[in-house]
C-alpha cells in the first residue's frame, strides 16, 4: 500500500503509480538499449526501475562474477505474478549470474503462523518445482532455508545495530503497536540479501535482487545499512574523477590512525593510505593524490565508469583490515499485472489470478470473466475498437502469454481498430494461456522428485 509517503511490503494493496514512486524513492530508469539480450519483461517495459543495475550491466559485459539473491514466502500457492520475478532471475542467469534463493521460513513463521515444517514442504512442492519447470538452472542455483543458516541470522543482529526504530518508522510507518514480528523480518531478509557476498557463499561480489516494487522498503533499509558499515566511500569530485574517503567508525578508527584517546596517529594513517593506494594502482591508475590527514585520496582519472571496480578493490582491502566489506545491494523492480477481475491480483482471491497449476477448465472461467476492454456492443466495438489498456486478457498475453513481439502488436492493432473483438481476444488468450500451462505441467512431472538438485548443502 502507498499512503503517499510509504509502500507497506506487508499489504495486499499496490500501488500503479509508478512514475510518482520512482521519483519520490529515487530509483532509475530501466534503459532497454543497455539490457543485452532483453527478455519480453525487458521488451515491454514492464520491469521498469532500478538501482545501481549498471554495476551488474558491467559486470555481465566484462564477464565478472555477480549474484542473485530472490526469496519466496513458502505460504499459499504460487501463481503468474510470482513468476515474473523468477523470468527475471533465469534472465540473469542466462547472463552468468550465480542464483541464491531464500525460502523466507522464518517469516513465515513469525508473520503468517506457518510452521517450519510447512513452510519446507510448500517451498519445494509448490514453489522450487515450478522455478525448475519454468526453465532455473539447477547448476548454479541455492536454495536455502532462513531457520537453518545461521549466518544469514548472524547478520540480522550484527546489520541492526546500523538502524533503528524511528529509521523503521520512517520506512515502514511502524509504531508502538507494531508486532515485533515485523521488525525481526526485514532485518532477516537484509541478512538474505547480504549473504551471498560472505566468503562461504561465494565471496564478495555484486548482488542484484530482482523484486516487485512493493519489497523496495528492504531494500532501501538493507542499501542505507550496508553502506554505514563500509570503510571506504568512493564519490564523484566536482572536478572530474573520483575520491576516496575514509569512514572513521568506532570498530576502525583505530586502524584509520584515530588512537583511543582521540590522537591522530600519523604512522598509522600514511601506513593505511599507502594500502589504499596501492589497490587503486593495481587498477592501472597512474595519477593519484593522497591527503593522509583528511584521510582522502583522490584519483582524477577516473570515471564513474570505474566507481564499482575502485569499490570492489577497496571493500577487498576492508576485509584483510578487519570490516565486513560489503556492496550495497543492487535492484530491479517490475510492474505488477492487473488481477484478473480488473483489480489487484491476490493469493486470497483465486479468481483474481491464475495458479501455475490451474487446470485449463479453471483457467478458462477466469479468462472469459476477466475484465474486458472491449466497448459494450459489436457495432460501438467495430466503430471505436478495444482499450488494451484495460483488456485482462490483452495484458496477460503481453506479460504472459505471447512471447513474440509482432504478433503481440499485430493484436494489438487488431483491437484498437475495432478488427479484432473482446470474445476474439479473450480465445487468443486461452489458447496461448492454455499451451503455457499444459508445458509448465509438462515439465513440472520431468522434475517430479528432483527438488533436491536446487537445494544447497544446509538444506537437504
Ligand atoms: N519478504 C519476501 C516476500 O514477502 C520474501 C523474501 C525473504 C525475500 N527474503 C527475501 C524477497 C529476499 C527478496 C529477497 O515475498
Known amino acids: 500500500m502507498i499512503d503517499g509517503r510509504r509502500i507497506d511490503p506487508w499489504s495486499s494493496e499496490q500501488s500503479t503509480d509508478y512514475d510518482r514512486i520512482t521519483n519520490q524513492f529515487g530509483l532509475d530508469s530501466i534503459e532497454l538499449s543497455k539490457i543485452p539480450n532483453p527478455n519480453i519483461l525487458h521488451r515491454r517495459g514492464i520491469i521498469f526501475a532500478h538501482r545501481d543495475l549498471d554495476i551488474i550491466l558491467n559486470s555481465i559485459k566484462k564477464k565478472e562474477k555477480f549474484g542473485v539473491l530472490t526469496g519466496l514466502m513458502p505460504s499459499g500457492k504460487m501463481h503468474l505474478g510470482h513468476s515474473m520475478v523468477i523470468e527475471q532471475v533465469k534472465w540473469f542467469q542466462e547472463q552468468g549470474g550465480d542464483i541464491t534463493v531464500a525460502v523466507a521460513d522464518l ?48 547478520l540480522a543482529f550484527t546489520l541492526g545495530r546500523r538502524t533503528n526504530i524511528s529509521e523503521f518508522e520512517a520506512i515502514y510507518g511502524f509504531g508502538g503497536d507494531t508486532n515485533l514480528a515485523h521488525v525481526q523480518a526485514p532485518l532477516v531478509q537484509a541478512g538474505d540479501i547480504v549473504h551471498p557476498q ?111 571496480s575502485l569499490k570492489l578493490s577497496l571493500l577487498q582491502l576492508e576485509r584483510k583490515l578487519g570490516g565486513m566489506g560489503i556492496m550495497p545491494p543492487c535492484s530491479t523492480y517490475h510492474r505488477f499485472a492487473v488481477g484478473m477481475t480488473g483489480d489487484k491480483m491476490s493469493s486470497s482471491k483465486p479468481e483474481t489470478t491464475i495458479f501455475m497449476d490451474d487446470s485449463i477448465s479453471q483457467m478458462e472461467k477466469k479468462v472469459k470473466r476477466a475484465y474486458s476492454g472491449g466497448q459494450s456492443t459489436i457495432e460501438e466495438h467495430r466503430r471505436l475498437g478495444g482499450d488494451c489498456s484495460k483488456d485482462v486478457a490483452f495484458q496477460y498475453l503481453q506479460y504472459f502469454f505471447e512471447a513474440d513481439d509482432n504478433h503481440l502488436n499485430e493484436i494489438q492493432r487488431d483491437y484498437e481498430s475495432g478488427k479484432l473483438l473482446a470474445g476474439e481476444m479473450k480465445n487468443i488468450c486461452m489458447e496461448n494461456a492454455t499451451s503455457w500451462l499444459n508445458d509448465l505441467s509438462e515439465k513440472r512431472d520431468e522434475w517430479a522428485g528432483r527438488a533436491e538438485e536446487f537445494l544447497a548443502p544446509d538444506a537437504l
Not at 111 to 121: A, I, N, V
Not at 122 to 149: C, H, M, W
Not at 203 to 209: A, F, S
Open 107 to 154: 517469516e513465515a513463521l513469525a508473520t503468517r503462523s506457518t510452521s517450519l515444517s510447512k513452510g519446507r514442504e510448500v517451498a519445494i512442492n509448490e514453489y522450487i518445482i515450478n522455478y525448475a519447470a519454468l526453465g532455473l538452472d539447477p547448476k548454479s542455483t541455492n536454495v536455502y532455508f532462513q531457520s537453518k543458516r545461521p549466518e544469514v541470522q548472524r
Open 198 to 308: 560472505l566468503e562461504q557463499f561465494g565471496g564478495l561480489r555484486p548482488i542484484v535482487v530482482p523484486v516487485g516494487i512493493d519489497q523496495d522498503p528492504h531494500l532501501r533499509l538493507t542499501r542505507g545499512i550496508v553502506s554505514k558499515t563500509n570503510w571506504f566511500n568512493v564519490k564523484p569530485r566536482k572536478q572530474g574523477g573520483l575520491t576516496v574517503a575514509l569512514s572513521i567508525q568506532d570498530d576502525n578508527s583505530e586502524i584509520m590512525g584515530i588512537s583511543e584517546d582521540g590522537k591522530f596517529n600519523r604512522e598509522v594513517r600514511n601506513n593505511l593510505i599507502d594500502r589504499m593506494k596501492n589497490s587503486i594502482i593495481k587498477l592501472g591508475f597512474a595519477d593519484i593524490f593522497p591527503n593522509p590527514k583528511h584521510g582522502t585520496i583522490d584519483v582524477p582519472g577516473a570515471s564513474n565508469n570505474d566507481i564499482s
